[in-house]
């Protein structure tokens, strides 16, 4: 007689298989020390709780001449499972503020690791994440315990959107690196265009990218001190509005 596998974590399902075989007709007999008998060649059995519990085969072979029996006995032990729980602070906050602290309350479990639903993942039992964008994300704990045995449970964090938007009057692009780079500060948007222009009407700069600015160059070289006029294009992510900001900036240069 033997089983599948010889390690099992609560609650187990076990499949037993009888290697015996006769040209005679068989006839098995299972006990469980769990009050389960069986008379199946291979019987699945549930064993819970946690516990060293006991099989014994019986096999009866009626041959020609005389009956005969042969009897096995197997142990199976079945470990307790550590219990997975953790608490989040917060569960709703914005892009802002877009931290958020673990706190293990797992109990009987040696490892822990985390999957925070944003393709990354980490390992510690108590600890904080930082996501990059809006969005409902569910974070799932596992944890290990001392026999390898594993519990997982999860969790939905809401990281909301915000919207802001500030964009300075002055910059000098002077070399002193203070100042050097004219763009707006901007949360919250897509759909992206920001342009400069001088004050005839001519475009200077374009970019679709919220993080690129003007320099203030133009065909390689440093404008003059002047007021140059600004446009910008975007969507609100928060409301999917569209908007349309223009302005004037000053361009200084050091004496």
Not at 18 to 45: A, G, M, Q
Not at 208 to 216: M, Q, T, V, Y
Request: aromatic fraction near 16%.
């Amino acid at each position: 007689m033997g089983t599948l596998e010889y390690k099992y974590c609560d609650p187990a399902t076990i499949r037993f298989v009888s290697l015996s075989e006769s040209e005679d007709p068989l006839t098995y007999y299972w006990n469980f020390s769990n009050n389960k008998t069986s008379t199946l060649k291979e019987p699945e059995i549930l064993f819970t709780p946690a516990g060293t519990y006991y099989a014994q085969l019986t096999i009866y072979s009626k041959g020609i001449c005389n009956d005969t029996s042969y009897s096995a006995v197997s142990t199976v032990s079945v470990f307790p499972v550590p219990v997975s729980a953790f608490s989040l602070t917060p569960t709703q906050t914005t892009i802002f503020d877009p931290i958020i602290f673990i706190k293990s309350k797992a109990s009987d479990a040696i490892h822990y690791s985390y999957s925070f639903g944003d393709g990354t993942s980490d390992e510690f039992a108590n600890g904080y994440h930082i996501y990059q964008d809006p969005g409902n994300y569910v974070i799932t704990q596992y944890v290990t315990n001392g026999y390898e045995c594993t519990d997982s449970s999860s969790q939905v964090v809401t990281i909301l959107p915000e919207y802001r938007f500030w964009i300075p009057d002055a910059f000098s692009p002077d070399g002193n690196d203070v100042n050097e780079i004219f763009m707006p500060i901007a949360f919250g948007i897509d759909h992206y265009q920001f342009e400069i222009f001088d004050r005839w009407g001519r475009l200077i700069f374009k970019t679709s990218d919220p993080h690129e600015g003007w320099n203030g160059m133009y065909k390689g070289e440093v404008c003059k001190q002047d007021v140059y006029v600004w446009r910008i294009e975007f969507r609100n992510v928060v409301d999917g509005r569209h908007e349309l900001r223009c302005g004037h900036v000053t361009l200084i240069k050091s004496l």
